[in-house]
């Protein structure tokens, strides 16, 4: 396990951040801290990071309590970029990854290798004011994976990424991923992590509303709903096993979508098709993370 | 390596790469390379001065034939050819004076002194103290009065300043330990602030760039906030020890360079003063060179000891406002709102900068001089306005011993206050604030 946190409970002067959260982090996984605005998703990073410590609970990274020894094992970007804006870029992240344990020359051939790898080759001497905002990210970047960290901890990784650039950028957490890093992505956009996400937690409110992994959260919010795409012509009687929820008419095919009657299987809903109608296309509709994600934190609110 | 020594580091290059810094660094010994020139065009242009000027006088009123006296560069001899004559002349030659005194020469601008050239201020007032020494005395004869038993009847006392000290009698020059004691209260002062907000505008700096975030991961605040103050500590310190290098450097080769000057000067000024007194009786100042002489004054002040000191209370005073800085800046979000912060804590700087010169430079050894020098929000200013005029050896070990635990307090409480405020954005701080992210556990 790479991380376990334990019953953290964090106040703040006038409110609690973080009341009682615990959850797993799994090692080599990528995993999403999801949540909305204020929900405490900073707090709790923060907490892991040892900016500021927890007033109640424990975390434990690879089994042992987290200490300032784990500091260089961590790599993070806040959402919050930033970096010093007169200092030259070569020379910001050898002191970067110097302030993370590393030594100075292997710092220099690690910013080279990253540099051929992003293209970015002859940044070295520049300075940060001078950069685009997107090239600033990358600098960013670089900066957080430099020490080879074993977790990888991203506040909202895409912010501020063209398509392009978040193309490549992911690619990249993908592949450290590839090679061992667990990977914590934090943010409250769902789709953006949805396809590269293992396992998440949701945060509402300070309290930890689901976890689990990505599929079997997604599964259990199954709900017996399909998609069927015909052509043809279908009567609806209510003598079909199943509840027509929509109906959208097309000029070739036609699609509705539908909720399984109890105790009724697809293949009943196959078989009385069948001899009515072509069928095209039938697939179950699974909720998104968004939706489970919208659902559950209006579930919270009541 | 240490990751503050890391910090330290940084801070420290960054700084001492700018052009402002290499720029103040040349800027000083610049100024006492200019003040050398000056001395120097004083020197050369006195050298105009000691030709000597031929004042021809034409006395009609025969009160002060033969009465005037040859002085330094001006030789007086009578003339008898008439005015307009003696003004052709004149306009050929230019060394050469008219004075031309009429009968009724006590009227107002009725004495009159002719030339091709300006005759210079000295040559005049020679003239003018000459003129009236020797109508004053035939007034005095006239109404009875010895001018001889006159002059001897007055005094001219100047006091010699002796300290008494375990080695004897000692010199003690008021002058120049005034000019030091008010000199080191406003370095002292100017350095506090210059280096003490060169720590808050670093602290809002990486607050508004929101690197702070990714350098808290790294490192402990506290640790960021000591790096930071003692980098730009060694950049004020290297300052400082550049400028006394170059300095003394400028001065030796200035020295070297000028020294036939120095000594024409400081001749003249001797025999000025002599002919003063043999041609009116009268002590007058030297005019020569005032910085000549203030520099001369300074020669037998004890630079060791009055550096070491500087340099003691400019690190203390700088640790301990510098920590107070870092927390201002810390508890912003931008300059403009460190206003309501600053004032409290420059107020002490200010209130003892301000009594420096009105009142601790007067009144060194007063009881007031005493407490402002071992309380440590004031003491790095009230102190040395006392240091060169000597302070009692406890009285300094206990200042010292006070800006040390001063400094450890204020850098306590600030650390504190630094480890909240780097990381809140967007909340405008009050005291109440502040004092509740003291009391946080952490």
């Known amino acids: 396990m790479m991380l376990s946190i334990r019953n953290i409970v964090k106040q703040y002067a006038g409110h609690r951040a973080l009341d009682n959260v615990s959850l797993e982090v799994e090692t080599g996984i990528i995993f999403g801290l999801l949540g909305p605005n204020g929900a405490g998703k900073t707090s709790l990073i923060r907490i892991i990071n040892q900016i500021t410590a927890p007033d109640s609970g424990e975390v434990y990274f690879n089994g042992e309590k987290l200490n300032q020894s784990h500091i260089e094992r961590i790599g993070y970007m806040p959402e919050e970029r930033g970096l ?77 990424f063209d398509p392009v650039n978040a193309e490549i950028i992911k690619d990249e957490i993908l592949e450290l991923n590839r090679k061992g890093a667990t990977i914590i992505f934090s943010t409250h956009r769902m789709e953006s992590v949805e396809e590269l996400c293992d396992s998440i937690a949701l945060l509402n409110l300070s309290h930890k509303i689901l976890d689990g992994p990505v599929k079997s959260i997604r599964n259990s919010y199954r709900n017996n709903t399909f998609k069927v795409e015909f052509s043809g012509k279908l009567d609806f009687n209510g003598t079909e096993p199943f509840e027509l929820l929509q109906h959208t008419p097309g000029e070739e095919t036609e699609l509705i979508q539908i909720k399984l009657k109890e105790n009724h299987t697809v293949n009943e809903v196959l078989q009385y098709l069948i001899p009515k109608v072509s069928i095209q296309k039938l697939e179950e509709t699974i909720p998104t993370m968004n939706e489970i994600f919208i659902r559950k934190v209006n579930q919270n609110r009541k | 390596m240490n990751k503050t020594l890391l910090i330290i580091q940084r801070e420290y290059l960054a700084r001492v790469k700018k052009k402002s810094f290499i720029l103040m660094t040349f800027l000083v010994p610049g100024l006492i390379l200019a003040m050398y020139a000056i001395t120097y065009l004083i020197a050369a242009n006195s050298d105009s001065l000691n030709k000597t000027r031929e004042i021809k006088v034409i006395d009609e009123s025969g009160v002060f034939a033969g009465k005037l006296k040859d002085h330094k560069n001006i030789h007086f001899s009578s003339l008898s050819q008439s005015l307009p004559e003696a003004k052709k002349a004149a306009n050929k030659n230019e060394d050469l004076f008219i004075l031309s005194i009429p009968k009724n020469f006590t009227d107002k601008n009725s004495v009159q002194i002719f030339s091709k050239k300006k005759p210079n201020f000295a040559l005049v007032n020679e003239v003018e103290t000459q003129l009236n020494t020797i109508a004053t005395g035939n007034n005095m004869a006239a109404a009875g009065i010895d001018v001889v038993k006159l002059s001897g009847l007055k005094s001219n006392i100047s006091a010699e300043t002796k300290q008494l000290t375990d080695e004897g009698e000692k010199d003690s020059n008021l002058a120049s330990a005034y000019g030091i004691g008010v000199a080191s209260a406003i370095l002292i002062y100017l350095s506090l602030f210059i280096y003490g907000a060169q720590v808050m505008r670093g602290v809002i700096e990486e607050k508004t760039n929101r690197i702070i975030e990714v350098i808290v991961s790294s490192v402990k605040p506290f640790q960021l906030m000591l790096g930071k103050i003692l980098g730009v500590g060694l950049v004020g310190l290297t300052q400082f020890l550049l400028w006394i290098v170059l300095s003394t450097t400028v001065t030796n080769i200035a020295e070297k360079a000028f020294t036939k000057h120095e000594t024409a000067v400081e001749q003249s000024n001797q025999t000025q003063i002599k002919g003063g007194k043999n041609s009116t009786g009268q002590t007058q100042p030297p005019i020569g060179n005032p910085v000549m002489s203030f520099m001369k004054s300074l020669e037998g002040v004890n630079y060791p000891y009055i550096i070491g000191c500087f340099i003691f209370y400019f690190l203390s005073g700088y640790l301990l406002y510098s920590a107070l800085f870092a927390a201002v800046g810390s508890a912003v979000d931008s300059e403009t709102e460190t206003q309501q912060f600053m004032f409290p804590i420059t107020l002490p700087l200010l209130f003892t900068y301000i009594l420096s010169f009105a009142f601790l430079v007067n009144n060194p050894d007063s009881s007031l001089a005493f407490w402002l020098s071992v309380i440590p929000f004031t003491a790095p200013i009230a102190m040395m306005v006392r240091v060169p005029f000597g302070v009692p050896g406890w009285q300094l070990a206990l200042s010292m011993v006070m800006m040390v635990a001063g400094f450890l307090f204020t850098t306590w409480v600030a650390a504190r206050i630094y480890r909240v405020g780097v990381l809140m954005y967007g909340k405008k701080a009050s005291y109440k604030e502040l004092a509740k992210w003291f009391f946080y556990k952490e």
């Open chain 1, 84 to 160: 010093y804006k007169k200092m030259e870029i070569g020379e910001q992240l050898v002191y970067l990854a110097r302030l993370k344990g590393l030594e100075k020359t292997n710092a220099e051939r690690r910013i080279k290798a990253w540099f051929e790898k992003l293209g970015m080759g002859d940044w070295w001497g520049k300075k940060i004011e001078d950069l685009s905002k997107g090239m600033q990210q990358k600098v960013q970047f670089v900066s957080t994976v430099l020490h080879n960290p074993e977790l990888i901890i991203l506040d909202e990784p895409f912010s501020g």
